[in-house]
């Protein structure tokens, strides 16, 4: 069961972070070819594809996060937090903030308050990609 949903969320947190770096490194460099009426076009249509898998992919990594979090996080020690412990609860707070913003942004129409652009996200699954690797050494 814990292999499963950590197959899964390795796979919606592909297509999640598969979205960001499309759209940071990608899309969002069209707009010098494209009058702005033309890219605000062609945005609305990338982002109505968008709209229909991401938020379900982010839900799901966040959720099987969750799982995963509570299978792997293990005893606290009476002299405090491991560096195991330290860095995945680091790794799930910005998991679980990104899952907030999209849940928000979704779900009940209330866009992020600040960091408005996809940079932001894009620039958080680097870290967390980054601390799911280092905490394990
Ligand atoms: C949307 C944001 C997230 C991204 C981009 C992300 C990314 C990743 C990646 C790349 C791995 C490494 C997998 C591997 O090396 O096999 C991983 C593992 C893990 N993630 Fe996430 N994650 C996210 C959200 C969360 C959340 C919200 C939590 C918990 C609250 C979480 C908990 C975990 C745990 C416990 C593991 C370790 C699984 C293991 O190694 O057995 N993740 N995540």
Known sequence: MYDLIHIIHLYSVFIYAGFLFTDVLFFSRMKTNFSPAEYAAL?????????????????????????????????????????????????????????????????FGIEPLVFKQHTFPFILVIVIILLSQVMYL
């Open 43 to 107: 945005r609305e249509i990338f982002m109505g594809y968008v709209k229909r898998v991401v938020p379900v992919a982010l839900l799901t990594a966040v959720l099987s996060g969750i799982y995963l979090f509570v299978q792997v996080f293990g005893e606290i020690a009476p002299e405090g937090l491991s560096r195991f412990q330290v860095l995945l609860s680091i790794k799930g707070f910005l998991g679980l903030w990104l899952g907030m913003r999209g849940i928000l942004q979704k779900f």
